[in-house]
């Protein structure tokens, strides 16, 4: 079993429409968990993190943690173009190093 | 705030020679870098962990005699790939974070082996 598992997509979505990805980790000691997007080509960038249990809300975009279930995801709201890119889920493990799952590919049609 | 930069953006090179990469934190100071390695449509592998003044902690199946880091400040790292051979060619991206927060990345850097 990986470590942080993402569907990989691609995920199409209509341009003004909820995106919503989902990841799944196996360490249950796991602490912080980050939300990157990639697009082709560049470097990650953070787009948002989230260490409670519930619900984070930024702008467009909204991270939600279930400790419980070992689960968390990150919903972008009125989806634009300009988001389709691959969307790294992140966990923290040992020694402050990240582990990431394989990436998600969203696609938002206008 | 939190910008880390990286030098080249892009190096085409001759097979046998090294090449450096530099990664800096231009507005804070990192207590840890990172190296990854991200191949094409790849998720990023972690190459190695680096402390300033301490030895770099490399990943399983990472040769550190190969890939030489260097971290000699709380705002500078360097890799060094040494004896560039094709199989080299990736995109090689830094991080760099404050204690037990977030990482934040460098643009990367495009590695090319002739």
């Known amino acids: 079993q990986k470590e942080v598992e993402q569907n990989s997509g691609p995920l199409s979505v209509p341009e003004g429409a909820i995106a919503s990805l989902n990841c799944t980790y196996s360490d249950r000691g796991s602490q912080s968990f980050f939300w990157y997007r990639q697009y082709s080509g560049k470097s990650p960038e953070l787009i948002m993190f989230i260490y409670s249990n519930g619900d984070k809300e930024d702008g467009r975009f909204t991270a939600q943690l279930n400790k419980a279930s070992q689960y968390v995801s990150l919903l972008i709201r009125d989806s634009q173009p300009s988001d389709s890119a691959t969307y790294l889920c992140a966990v923290n493990g040992y020694g402050n190093k990240l582990v990431f799952g394989a990436g998600t590919i969203l696609r938002v049609k206008s | 705030g939190a910008v880390v930069s990286q030098h080249p953006s892009r190096v085409i090179c001759k097979s046998g020679t090294s090449v450096k990469i530099e990664c800096r934190s231009l507005d804070f100071q990192a207590t840890t870098m990172f190296w990854y390695r991200q191949f094409p449509k790849q998720s990023l592998m972690l190459m190695a962990t680096?402390?300033?003044?301490?030895?770099?902690?490399?990943e399983q199946g990472v040769e550190k005699d190969k890939f030489l880091i260097n971290h000699a400040s709380l705002t500078l790292s360097t890799l060094t790939v040494t004896s560039a051979h094709p199989e080299d060619s990736s995109f090689y991206i830094c991080s760099a974070s404050i204690l037990f927060n977030e990482q934040f990345f460098g643009p990367g850097t495009r590695l090319t082996v002739l």
């Open positions: 680096s402390n300033e003044g301490s030895k770099a902690t490399y």
